[in-house]
């Protein structure tokens, strides 16, 4: 469905990005964890056309995608959930929401999916007329969910969902993602500093450092961990205890 070959990312004179590549396919939740400053969120924003990769091709059900217009994309049928949610504060729930809506124009589906949202988030049908800054940290997350699901989409990247969350909230935005993976169908990929809650959601990983990808595979495979942590922080066999000291 989504598919990144070589791509370089680059701000001014920083490489974020160094020629990464991978794959998601139609259905899977597929996860890129990595450390701080490791090229996570620069890989979603050029997915959502919000950064120009300098190299590279990004292509969504064969079309490339790179170099095309942020609301093109969100049309396409990706939508995201971007980094510290991003909601409107000072808007209730309700017009939150209606922002995700904003491009398109079928307005009966538009209903639908409102009310689909709400099913999905009963909390924000309760607090639907509320300023969206009086909800807590978790129920925020759900709305930038709930947000991005009033765009339709197929597809969707998720930039640290668990961020400043309590862990039994973590848990409950995890069980909603995988809901709307069984549910709806819908295709996910979602990146965390935290290897281990995606790990267990995920289908596929990528251990993303330093702008390139250092491990990929199969979640199952690499449920016990160990290869994700040395991917992720650089040990190799010979200098593990030596790095950990
Ligand atoms: P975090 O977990 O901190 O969000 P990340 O893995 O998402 O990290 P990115 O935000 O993609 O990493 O950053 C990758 C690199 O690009 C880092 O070195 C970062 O400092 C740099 N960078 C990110 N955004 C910009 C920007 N707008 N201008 C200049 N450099 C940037």
């Known amino acids: 469905m989504l598919e990144i070959t070589d791509l370089h990312v680059r701000y001014g004179r920083l490489t ?3 020629g990464i590549s991978l794959t998601v396919q139609e259905g899977e939740i597929a996860c890129v964890v990595g450390p701080n400053g490791a090229g996570k ?3 979603l924003l050029s997915i959502s056309g919000v950064l120009s990769p300098a190299e590279g091709t990004i292509t969504f059900d064969g079309q490339t995608i790179n170099g095309t217009r942020v609301e093109d994309v969100a049309r396409m049928g990706i939508s995201q959930v971007p980094e510290g949610r991003h909601i409107f504060t000072g808007l ?3 017009e939150n929401l209606q922002v ?4 398109r124009k079928d307005k009966d589906e538009i209903r639908k999916d409102f009310k689909r949202v709400l099913e999905t988030f009963p909390i924000l049908g309760e607090r639907r007329k509320q300023p969206a800054g009086k909800l807590s940290g978790g129920e925020q997350q759900m709305l930038a969910i709930g947000r991005a699901l009033m765009t339709n989409p197929r597809f969707m990247t998720i930039d640290e969902p668990s961020l400043g969350l309590a862990p039994k909230i973590v848990d409950r935005v995890y069980e909603v993602l995988i809901d709307l993976r069984e549910k709806r169908g819908l295709t996910l990929l979602i990146v965390e500093q935290s290897s281990e809650r995606a790990l267990k959601a995920a289908d596929t990983m ?3 450092r330093n702008g390139e ?3 990929h595979g199969k979640a199952a495979d ?3 961990g160990v290869e994700v942590h040395k991917a992720y922080f650089g040990f190799t066999e010979d200098h593990e205890n030596e790095v950990m000291i």
Do not use: K, M, N, P
Not at 100 to 103: F, K, L, Q
């Open 222 to 224: 690499l449920q016990d």
């Open 16 to 18: 974020a990005l160094r």
């Open 100 to 103: 995700g809506s904003a491009v």
């Open 213 to 215: 990808i250092q491990l």
């Open 41 to 43: 969120s620069t890989t």
């Open 206 to 208: 990528y251990v993303l």
């Open 92 to 94: 209730s729930v309700e």
